[in-house]
Protein backbone atom coordinates (compact mmCIF):
# COMPACT_ATOMS: atom_id res chain seq x y z
CA UNK A 1 0.00 0.00 0.00
CA UNK A 2 2.61 2.49 1.00
CA UNK A 3 6.01 3.16 -0.64
CA UNK A 4 8.89 5.49 -0.38
CA UNK A 5 8.56 6.92 -3.94
CA UNK A 6 7.31 10.53 -4.29
CA UNK A 7 3.13 10.56 -4.89
CA UNK A 8 2.97 11.76 -8.57
CA UNK A 9 0.55 14.16 -9.44
CA UNK A 10 -1.90 12.54 -11.60
CA UNK A 11 -5.30 14.77 -10.48
CA UNK A 12 -7.10 16.06 -12.85
CA UNK A 13 -6.50 19.55 -13.32
CA UNK A 14 -9.35 22.15 -14.12
CA UNK A 15 -9.41 26.25 -14.49
CA UNK A 16 -13.22 26.48 -12.96
CA UNK A 17 -13.93 26.89 -9.61
CA UNK A 18 -16.73 25.40 -9.51
CA UNK A 19 -16.60 21.37 -9.47
CA UNK A 20 -19.60 19.94 -11.09
CA UNK A 21 -21.48 16.55 -9.68
CA UNK A 22 -20.62 14.59 -12.85
CA UNK A 23 -17.07 15.98 -12.20
CA UNK A 24 -16.63 14.86 -8.68
CA UNK A 25 -18.47 11.17 -8.98
CA UNK A 26 -16.09 9.83 -11.92
CA UNK A 27 -13.13 10.42 -8.78
CA UNK A 28 -11.59 8.07 -6.59
CA UNK A 29 -13.30 10.18 -3.47
CA UNK A 30 -17.13 11.19 -5.15
CA UNK A 31 -18.02 11.64 -1.65
CA UNK A 32 -17.62 14.97 0.14
CA UNK A 33 -17.17 12.68 3.59
CA UNK A 34 -16.53 9.00 3.91
CA UNK A 35 -17.28 5.98 5.74
CA UNK A 36 -13.62 4.95 4.89
CA UNK A 37 -14.54 1.74 4.36
CA UNK A 38 -11.95 0.43 1.53
CA UNK A 39 -8.46 0.89 2.39
CA UNK A 40 -6.51 3.34 -0.11
CA UNK A 41 -4.25 2.07 -2.92
CA UNK A 42 -1.86 4.05 -3.91
CA UNK A 43 1.56 5.28 -3.46
CA UNK A 44 2.22 7.83 -1.11
CA UNK A 45 5.79 8.85 -0.11
CA UNK A 46 6.68 8.39 3.52
CA UNK A 47 7.36 11.89 4.37
CA UNK A 48 3.36 12.91 3.40
CA UNK A 49 2.80 9.39 5.24
CA UNK A 50 4.01 11.23 8.40
CA UNK A 51 2.48 14.81 7.50
CA UNK A 52 -1.18 13.20 6.95
CA UNK A 53 -0.89 11.34 10.50
CA UNK A 54 0.01 14.21 12.23
CA UNK A 55 -2.05 16.38 10.76
CA UNK A 56 -5.00 14.39 11.45
CA UNK A 57 -3.82 13.46 14.99
CA UNK A 58 -3.29 17.01 15.53
CA UNK A 59 -7.10 17.49 14.49
CA UNK A 60 -8.47 14.68 16.63
CA UNK A 61 -6.64 15.63 19.59
CA UNK A 62 -8.60 19.17 19.26
CA UNK A 63 -11.64 17.34 18.99
CA UNK A 64 -11.29 15.66 22.43
CA UNK A 65 -10.14 19.04 23.79
CA UNK A 66 -13.55 20.72 22.16
CA UNK A 67 -15.48 17.70 24.32
CA UNK A 68 -13.90 18.29 27.24
CA UNK A 69 -13.59 22.32 27.24
CA UNK A 70 -17.32 22.41 25.80
CA UNK A 71 -19.43 23.39 27.08
CA UNK A 72 -22.47 24.02 24.26
CA UNK A 73 -22.91 21.86 21.72
CA UNK A 74 -22.26 24.77 19.13
CA UNK A 75 -19.06 25.53 20.29
CA UNK A 76 -17.78 22.25 20.50
CA UNK A 77 -18.65 22.15 16.46
CA UNK A 78 -17.26 25.11 16.23
CA UNK A 79 -14.03 24.64 17.08
CA UNK A 80 -14.05 20.90 15.39
CA UNK A 81 -14.58 22.46 12.20
CA UNK A 82 -12.35 25.36 12.36
CA UNK A 83 -9.19 23.22 13.50
CA UNK A 84 -10.66 20.38 10.88
CA UNK A 85 -10.69 23.40 8.15
CA UNK A 86 -7.04 24.08 9.05
CA UNK A 87 -5.35 20.89 9.18
CA UNK A 88 -7.95 18.79 6.76
CA UNK A 89 -9.92 20.77 5.06
CA UNK A 90 -13.13 19.26 2.60
CA UNK A 91 -14.47 21.96 0.70
CA UNK A 92 -17.40 21.60 -0.98
CA UNK A 93 -17.83 21.15 -4.93
CA UNK A 94 -19.07 24.34 -5.36
CA UNK A 95 -15.76 26.34 -4.49
CA UNK A 96 -12.71 24.84 -5.10
CA UNK A 97 -11.81 23.15 -8.50
CA UNK A 98 -11.66 19.63 -8.69
CA UNK A 99 -8.03 19.31 -8.56
CA UNK A 100 -8.11 20.61 -5.19
CA UNK A 101 -10.94 18.92 -3.94
CA UNK A 102 -9.04 15.43 -4.63
CA UNK A 103 -6.46 16.45 -3.24
CA UNK A 104 -7.72 17.24 -0.10
CA UNK A 105 -10.33 14.09 -0.07
CA UNK A 106 -6.91 11.75 -0.91
CA UNK A 107 -5.31 13.47 1.99
CA UNK A 108 -8.13 13.00 4.18
CA UNK A 109 -8.89 9.47 3.38
CA UNK A 110 -5.33 8.54 3.83
CA UNK A 111 -4.40 9.66 6.98
CA UNK A 112 -7.94 8.03 8.08
CA UNK A 113 -6.28 5.14 7.41
CA UNK A 114 -2.81 5.47 8.83
CA UNK A 115 -3.83 6.60 12.43
CA UNK A 116 -6.46 3.73 12.07
CA UNK A 117 -3.10 1.15 11.42
CA UNK A 118 -1.42 3.28 14.60
CA UNK A 119 -4.14 3.01 16.78
CA UNK A 120 -5.51 -0.47 16.42
CA UNK A 121 -2.71 -1.96 18.34
CA UNK A 122 -4.12 -2.09 21.94
CA UNK A 123 -8.09 -1.70 22.99
CA UNK A 124 -7.55 1.49 24.73
CA UNK A 125 -5.86 3.51 21.36
CA UNK A 126 -9.33 1.71 19.41
CA UNK A 127 -11.30 3.07 21.92
CA UNK A 128 -9.84 6.37 21.81
CA UNK A 129 -9.90 6.23 18.08
CA UNK A 130 -12.62 5.37 17.25
CA UNK A 131 -14.50 7.87 19.70
CA UNK A 132 -12.54 10.96 18.21
CA UNK A 133 -13.15 9.70 14.93
CA UNK A 134 -17.07 9.53 15.19
CA UNK A 135 -17.05 13.12 16.62
CA UNK A 136 -14.90 14.62 13.98
CA UNK A 137 -17.09 12.74 11.15
CA UNK A 138 -20.73 14.30 12.88
CA UNK A 139 -19.35 17.58 13.06
CA UNK A 140 -18.61 17.63 10.03
CA UNK A 141 -21.68 15.97 8.78
CA UNK A 142 -23.52 18.62 10.31
CA UNK A 143 -21.74 20.59 8.72
CA UNK A 144 -22.31 19.62 4.76
CA UNK A 145 -25.35 20.96 2.91
CA UNK A 146 -28.32 18.46 2.10
CA UNK A 147 -26.49 16.77 -1.42
CA UNK A 148 -23.12 16.31 0.22
CA UNK A 149 -25.78 14.07 3.47
CA UNK A 150 -27.48 12.82 0.68
CA UNK A 151 -24.26 11.18 -1.31
CA UNK A 152 -23.25 10.08 2.29
CA UNK A 153 -26.21 8.34 2.96
CA UNK A 154 -25.77 6.19 -0.63
CA UNK A 155 -22.52 5.55 0.03
CA UNK A 156 -23.36 3.95 3.70
CA UNK A 157 -26.06 1.64 2.02
CA UNK A 158 -27.90 2.23 5.51
CA UNK A 159 -31.51 1.19 3.39
CA UNK A 160 -32.74 5.01 4.31
CA UNK A 161 -35.38 6.65 1.93
CA UNK A 162 -36.15 10.10 2.08
CA UNK A 163 -40.10 9.92 2.08
CA UNK A 164 -41.71 12.03 -0.41
CA UNK A 165 -44.40 14.90 0.24
CA UNK A 166 -47.51 13.00 -0.33
CA UNK A 167 -46.04 10.12 2.10
CA UNK A 168 -45.25 12.66 4.42
CA UNK A 169 -48.74 13.48 4.19
CA UNK A 170 -49.81 9.94 4.81
CA UNK A 171 -47.80 9.79 7.69
CA UNK A 172 -48.73 13.39 9.15
CA UNK A 173 -52.59 11.77 8.83
CA UNK A 174 -51.98 8.56 10.47
CA UNK A 175 -49.85 10.51 13.54
CA UNK A 176 -52.77 13.10 14.07
CA UNK A 177 -50.70 15.55 12.92
CA UNK A 178 -47.64 14.31 14.75
CA UNK A 179 -45.11 14.45 12.15
CA UNK A 180 -45.44 17.55 10.23
CA UNK A 181 -44.53 17.15 6.92
CA UNK A 182 -41.28 16.03 4.11
CA UNK A 183 -39.21 16.04 7.40
CA UNK A 184 -38.72 12.25 8.33
CA UNK A 185 -36.63 9.10 6.55
CA UNK A 186 -38.06 5.37 6.46
CA UNK A 187 -35.55 2.67 7.35
CA UNK A 188 -35.73 -1.38 9.03
CA UNK A 189 -36.93 -0.36 12.42
CA UNK A 190 -33.35 -2.46 13.46
CA UNK A 191 -31.50 -0.32 12.16
CA UNK A 192 -32.83 2.36 14.71
CA UNK A 193 -32.94 0.48 17.91
CA UNK A 194 -31.41 3.16 19.78
CA UNK A 195 -33.92 5.61 18.58
CA UNK A 196 -36.84 3.16 19.06
CA UNK A 197 -35.80 2.69 22.85
CA UNK A 198 -35.13 6.43 23.50
CA UNK A 199 -38.50 6.66 21.71
CA UNK A 200 -37.61 9.34 18.69
CA UNK A 201 -39.01 7.53 15.85
CA UNK A 202 -42.63 6.43 14.63
CA UNK A 203 -43.61 2.85 13.99
CA UNK A 204 -45.40 1.26 11.48
CA UNK A 205 -45.63 -1.64 9.97
CA UNK A 206 -41.67 -2.70 10.57
CA UNK A 207 -40.14 0.61 9.50
CA UNK A 208 -38.72 3.45 11.55
CA UNK A 209 -39.75 6.79 10.69
CA UNK A 210 -36.85 8.68 11.68
CA UNK A 211 -36.93 12.91 11.95
CA UNK A 212 -34.17 14.65 10.27
CA UNK A 213 -33.06 15.95 13.22
CA UNK A 214 -32.43 12.17 14.55
CA UNK A 215 -30.67 11.36 11.45
CA UNK A 216 -27.47 12.54 12.41
CA UNK A 217 -27.49 10.07 14.95
CA UNK A 218 -28.30 7.28 12.91
CA UNK A 219 -25.58 7.40 11.48
CA UNK A 220 -22.90 8.36 13.39
CA UNK A 221 -24.01 5.12 15.10
CA UNK A 222 -23.71 2.96 11.68
CA UNK A 223 -20.18 4.53 11.17
CA UNK A 224 -19.02 4.03 14.87
CA UNK A 225 -20.33 0.58 14.67
CA UNK A 226 -18.15 0.09 11.62
CA UNK A 227 -15.08 1.51 12.36
CA UNK A 228 -15.30 -0.25 15.70
CA UNK A 229 -15.88 -3.55 14.05
CA UNK A 230 -12.70 -2.86 11.48
CA UNK A 231 -10.06 -1.32 13.96
CA UNK A 232 -10.43 -4.79 15.36
CA UNK A 233 -9.51 -6.53 12.08
CA UNK A 234 -6.46 -4.14 11.37
CA UNK A 235 -5.72 -4.58 14.94
CA UNK A 236 -5.53 -8.54 13.99
CA UNK A 237 -3.19 -8.08 11.05
CA UNK A 238 -0.58 -5.87 12.45
CA UNK A 239 2.16 -8.17 13.02
CA UNK A 240 2.45 -8.55 9.62
CA UNK A 241 4.08 -5.10 10.01
CA UNK A 242 6.58 -6.30 12.69
CA UNK A 243 10.42 -6.11 11.44
CA UNK A 244 9.12 -2.94 8.66
CA UNK A 245 11.30 -0.58 10.19
CA UNK A 246 10.35 2.36 8.29
CA UNK A 247 6.84 2.51 8.97
CA UNK A 248 6.56 0.90 12.29
CA UNK A 249 8.05 3.71 14.73
CA UNK A 250 6.39 6.47 12.86
CA UNK A 251 3.11 4.54 13.44
CA UNK A 252 3.73 3.57 17.52
CA UNK A 253 5.25 7.16 17.80
CA UNK A 254 1.86 8.70 16.80
CA UNK A 255 -0.09 6.55 18.57
CA UNK A 256 2.17 7.18 21.87
CA UNK A 257 1.78 10.96 21.40
CA UNK A 258 -1.88 10.52 21.11
CA UNK A 259 -3.34 11.59 24.44
CA UNK A 260 -3.95 15.01 25.51
CA UNK A 261 -4.57 13.62 28.93
CA UNK A 262 -1.09 12.34 29.19
CA UNK A 263 -0.08 14.15 32.49
CA UNK A 264 3.45 15.96 32.84
CA UNK A 265 4.15 15.98 36.56
CA UNK A 266 4.60 20.11 37.25
CA UNK A 267 5.63 19.35 40.61
CA UNK A 268 3.17 22.39 41.65
CA UNK A 269 4.08 22.01 45.43
CA UNK A 270 7.60 20.85 45.03
CA UNK A 271 8.97 17.62 47.26
CA UNK A 272 5.97 16.83 49.48
CA UNK A 273 6.38 14.88 52.39
CA UNK A 274 3.38 12.32 54.08
CA UNK A 275 2.50 15.09 56.53
CA UNK A 276 1.48 17.12 53.82
CA UNK A 277 -1.28 15.30 52.20
CA UNK A 278 -4.23 16.44 54.74
CA UNK A 279 -3.29 19.63 54.09
CA UNK A 280 -2.71 19.58 50.63
CA UNK A 281 -6.09 18.04 50.03
CA UNK A 282 -8.01 21.02 50.11
CA UNK A 283 -6.65 21.35 46.50
CA UNK A 284 -7.59 18.06 45.20
CA UNK A 285 -10.29 17.40 42.65
CA UNK A 286 -13.10 15.73 43.58
CA UNK A 287 -12.30 12.05 42.75
CA UNK A 288 -9.18 12.26 44.68
CA UNK A 289 -10.81 14.23 47.59
CA UNK A 290 -13.40 11.88 48.49
CA UNK A 291 -10.52 8.64 48.35
CA UNK A 292 -8.46 10.63 51.32
CA UNK A 293 -12.05 11.54 53.07
CA UNK A 294 -12.84 7.34 52.54
CA UNK A 295 -9.07 6.71 53.76
CA UNK A 296 -9.28 8.52 56.91
CA UNK A 297 -12.58 7.33 57.65
CA UNK A 298 -12.19 3.76 57.05
CA UNK A 299 -8.32 3.49 57.40
CA UNK A 300 -8.24 1.65 54.33
CA UNK A 301 -9.36 1.51 50.76
CA UNK A 302 -9.62 -1.19 48.52
CA UNK A 303 -7.43 -2.04 45.32
CA UNK A 304 -9.34 0.46 42.78
CA UNK A 305 -9.01 2.95 44.88
CA UNK A 306 -5.36 2.81 46.21
CA UNK A 307 -3.87 2.66 42.82
CA UNK A 308 -6.47 5.81 41.76
CA UNK A 309 -5.11 7.51 44.97
CA UNK A 310 -1.61 5.89 45.26
CA UNK A 311 -0.62 7.10 41.61
CA UNK A 312 -2.10 10.64 42.05
CA UNK A 313 -0.42 11.04 45.46
CA UNK A 314 2.79 10.07 43.74
CA UNK A 315 2.41 12.31 40.75
CA UNK A 316 1.90 15.70 43.09
CA UNK A 317 5.37 14.67 44.23
CA UNK A 318 5.58 11.95 46.96
CA UNK A 319 8.62 10.09 46.68
CA UNK A 320 8.53 6.49 47.68
CA UNK A 321 10.01 6.10 51.12
CA UNK A 322 7.49 9.02 52.17
CA UNK A 323 4.39 7.27 50.39
CA UNK A 324 5.14 4.03 52.10
CA UNK A 325 5.20 5.55 55.31
CA UNK A 326 1.71 7.70 54.42
CA UNK A 327 0.12 4.38 53.39
CA UNK A 328 1.63 2.75 56.57
CA UNK A 329 0.36 5.24 58.99
CA UNK A 330 -3.00 5.72 56.89
CA UNK A 331 -3.56 1.58 57.60
CA UNK A 332 -2.44 1.72 61.23
CA UNK A 333 -5.62 1.35 62.62
CA UNK A 334 -6.90 -1.67 60.36
CA UNK A 335 -3.81 -3.46 59.21
CA UNK A 336 -0.77 -4.73 61.47
CA UNK A 337 3.03 -3.88 60.39
CA UNK A 338 3.50 -7.06 59.51
CA UNK A 339 0.79 -7.66 57.08
CA UNK A 340 0.80 -3.95 55.92
CA UNK A 341 4.74 -5.13 54.70
CA UNK A 342 3.33 -8.32 53.59
CA UNK A 343 0.26 -7.36 51.35
CA UNK A 344 0.70 -3.65 50.69
CA UNK A 345 4.08 -2.33 50.47
CA UNK A 346 4.82 -4.61 47.17
CA UNK A 347 2.33 -2.89 45.66
CA UNK A 348 3.40 0.68 46.57
CA UNK A 349 6.76 -0.18 45.71
CA UNK A 350 5.71 -1.70 42.42
CA UNK A 351 3.53 1.68 41.22
CA UNK A 352 7.17 3.27 41.15
CA UNK A 353 8.79 0.73 38.95
CA UNK A 354 11.31 -1.45 41.82
CA UNK A 355 9.18 -4.65 41.58
CA UNK A 356 7.63 -6.99 38.53
CA UNK A 357 7.82 -5.45 35.47
CA UNK A 358 9.64 -2.11 36.69
CA UNK A 359 7.41 -0.05 34.99
CA UNK A 360 7.17 3.21 36.57
CA UNK A 361 3.36 3.78 36.49
CA UNK A 362 1.58 7.22 35.81
CA UNK A 363 -0.99 8.50 37.32
CA UNK A 364 -4.75 7.99 35.85
CA UNK A 365 -6.24 10.55 33.52
CA UNK A 366 -9.82 11.56 34.03
CA UNK A 367 -10.92 9.46 30.63
CA UNK A 368 -9.25 6.08 32.49
CA UNK A 369 -11.30 6.99 35.67
CA UNK A 370 -14.07 7.52 34.47
CA UNK A 371 -14.33 4.48 31.58
CA UNK A 372 -13.08 2.07 34.06
CA UNK A 373 -14.92 -0.44 36.26
CA UNK A 374 -17.62 1.88 38.25
CA UNK A 375 -17.27 1.45 42.46
CA UNK A 376 -19.03 -1.06 44.11
CA UNK A 377 -20.60 -1.09 47.43
CA UNK A 378 -17.00 -0.66 49.46
CA UNK A 379 -15.21 1.00 46.61
CA UNK A 380 -14.50 4.58 46.35
CA UNK A 381 -12.57 5.41 43.29
CA UNK A 382 -14.15 6.57 40.19
CA UNK A 383 -15.07 9.85 39.36
CA UNK A 384 -17.80 11.31 41.53
CA UNK A 385 -19.50 13.45 38.29
CA UNK A 386 -19.64 9.98 36.74
CA UNK A 387 -20.39 7.91 39.66
CA UNK A 388 -22.34 9.76 42.34
CA UNK A 389 -26.28 10.25 42.15
CA UNK A 390 -27.10 13.66 41.38
CA UNK A 391 -28.99 14.65 44.88
CA UNK A 392 -25.50 12.98 46.33
CA UNK A 393 -23.41 15.02 43.94
CA UNK A 394 -25.03 18.18 44.54
CA UNK A 395 -24.83 17.78 48.20
CA UNK A 396 -21.07 16.78 48.18
CA UNK A 397 -19.90 19.94 45.98
CA UNK A 398 -21.84 21.57 48.32
CA UNK A 399 -19.60 20.06 51.48
CA UNK A 400 -16.44 20.58 49.35
CA UNK A 401 -17.22 24.07 49.02
CA UNK A 402 -18.33 24.77 52.92
CA UNK A 403 -14.99 22.89 54.21
CA UNK A 404 -12.79 24.78 51.59
CA UNK A 405 -13.53 28.06 53.44
CA UNK A 406 -15.51 29.65 51.15
CA UNK A 407 -19.28 29.23 52.75
CA UNK A 408 -22.34 27.85 50.84
CA UNK A 409 -24.23 31.32 49.55
CA UNK A 410 -27.02 31.02 47.65
CA UNK A 411 -24.93 31.82 44.24
CA UNK A 412 -22.74 29.07 45.00
CA UNK A 413 -25.81 26.88 45.41
CA UNK A 414 -27.26 28.09 42.11
CA UNK A 415 -23.92 27.38 40.40
CA UNK A 416 -23.53 23.80 41.85
CA UNK A 417 -27.19 22.76 40.64
CA UNK A 418 -25.59 23.69 36.98
CA UNK A 419 -22.73 21.99 37.64
CA UNK A 420 -25.29 18.97 38.71
CA UNK A 421 -26.70 19.31 35.65
CA UNK A 422 -23.56 19.35 32.96
CA UNK A 423 -22.98 15.89 34.78
CA UNK A 424 -25.96 14.73 34.08
CA UNK A 425 -26.09 15.40 30.72
CA UNK A 426 -22.60 13.70 30.52
CA UNK A 427 -20.62 16.47 30.53
CA UNK A 428 -18.50 15.19 32.87
CA UNK A 429 -15.01 17.06 32.51
CA UNK A 430 -16.70 20.10 31.77
CA UNK A 431 -18.61 20.06 34.88
CA UNK A 432 -15.26 19.51 37.14
CA UNK A 433 -13.85 22.10 34.97
CA UNK A 434 -16.86 24.25 35.87
CA UNK A 435 -16.25 23.54 39.54
CA UNK A 436 -12.61 24.43 40.19
CA UNK A 437 -13.29 27.47 38.27
CA UNK A 438 -15.87 28.16 41.00
CA UNK A 439 -13.74 26.73 43.83
CA UNK A 440 -10.97 28.89 42.98
CA UNK A 441 -13.52 32.05 42.78
CA UNK A 442 -14.84 31.27 45.91
CA UNK A 443 -11.45 31.29 47.94
CA UNK A 444 -10.04 34.46 45.74
CA UNK A 445 -13.00 36.59 46.87
CA UNK A 446 -13.15 35.08 50.62
CA UNK A 447 -9.52 36.71 50.37
CA UNK A 448 -10.21 39.72 48.82
CA UNK A 449 -13.05 40.28 51.44
CA UNK A 450 -10.61 39.99 54.23
CA UNK A 451 -8.11 42.18 52.48
CA UNK A 452 -5.11 41.61 54.73
CA UNK A 453 -5.52 37.60 54.16
CA UNK A 454 -5.57 36.90 57.87
CA UNK A 455 -8.66 34.42 57.04
CA UNK A 456 -8.08 30.86 57.92
CA UNK A 457 -7.36 28.40 55.06
CA UNK A 458 -6.58 31.10 52.56
CA UNK A 459 -3.09 29.60 51.08
CA UNK A 460 0.21 31.80 50.83
CA UNK A 461 -0.01 30.92 47.62
CA UNK A 462 -2.95 33.24 46.49
CA UNK A 463 0.24 35.92 46.70
CA UNK A 464 1.55 34.58 44.04
CA UNK A 465 -1.21 34.13 41.50
CA UNK A 466 -1.74 38.01 41.97
CA UNK A 467 -5.02 39.70 42.74
CA UNK A 468 -8.48 38.35 43.26
CA UNK A 469 -10.58 37.85 40.52
CA UNK A 470 -14.43 37.32 40.85
CA UNK A 471 -14.00 35.05 38.38
CA UNK A 472 -12.05 32.21 36.55
CA UNK A 473 -11.69 30.51 33.78
CA UNK A 474 -9.28 27.70 33.20
CA UNK A 475 -8.39 25.28 30.59
CA UNK A 476 -10.68 21.92 30.45
CA UNK A 477 -9.62 19.52 32.88
CA UNK A 478 -8.51 16.50 31.54
CA UNK A 479 -6.43 15.00 34.43
CA UNK A 480 -6.69 14.81 37.93
CA UNK A 481 -3.22 16.11 38.79
CA UNK A 482 -4.11 19.34 36.22
CA UNK A 483 -6.88 19.79 38.80
CA UNK A 484 -4.53 19.95 41.21
CA UNK A 485 -1.56 21.76 39.65
CA UNK A 486 -4.24 24.25 38.59
CA UNK A 487 -6.27 24.62 42.05
CA UNK A 488 -2.87 24.95 43.71
CA UNK A 489 -1.53 28.05 41.51
CA UNK A 490 -5.29 29.61 41.04
CA UNK A 491 -5.91 28.75 37.99
CA UNK A 492 -2.23 29.11 36.75
CA UNK A 493 0.31 26.58 36.78
CA UNK A 494 3.29 28.17 39.18
CA UNK A 495 6.66 28.83 37.10
CA UNK A 496 9.22 26.37 38.35
CA UNK A 497 11.71 29.44 39.63
CA UNK A 498 8.79 30.60 41.92
CA UNK A 499 8.15 27.12 43.16
CA UNK A 500 10.19 27.36 46.44
CA UNK A 501 8.35 30.49 47.80
CA UNK A 502 4.94 27.93 47.98
CA UNK A 503 4.44 26.96 51.36
CA UNK A 504 1.00 25.14 52.71
S1 LIG B 1 -13.41 14.85 35.94
FE1 LIG B 1 -11.40 14.02 36.33
S2 LIG B 1 -10.48 15.31 37.91
FE2 LIG B 1 -12.67 15.72 37.88
S3 LIG B 1 -13.49 14.40 39.46
FE3 LIG B 1 -13.69 13.30 37.51
S4 LIG B 1 -11.84 12.07 37.33
FE4 LIG B 1 -11.49 13.59 38.95
Redesign the pocket.
Known amino acids: MYSQVKSKNTDPISNSIKTSLEQILQTPYPGRLSLYEKSPDLEISIEEFEIFALDRLKVLKEVELAYIRGPTTEQIQKRIIEVSTKYLPLSGRKHKPINVLVSERRKDYVSHFILRLSFSRTEELRSWFVKQESNLFKARFMNFDKEDQELLFTAANMDLRSISESEAKELDAKTGGYCGVDNFYEVDFEKALDLVYKRKVVLIAGKAYVPRSEITSLLVEEYRTRLNDSTIVCGRALPRLEGDDRLLPVLQNMSAQYAVTEYQSSGAAGEINHTDIDKLSKYF????L?LHTKLRENSHLRHGGRMQYGLFIKGIGLKLPEALTFWRQAFSKTVSEDKFNKEYAYNIRHSFGLEGKRQNYTP????K??SSNPPSTGDYH?????HFAPNRLNQYLGAVCESGGAGSDMETGRKISEIVQLAKQNH??V???R??ELQISNRLNAKSNNSKGAMSGIPNNDLISGNAESSIVVEG????N??FDLNFGNGKIIPKDQKQKVQV
Open positions: PPCMNFSCSIIGCPFKYQACTFLISHPSY
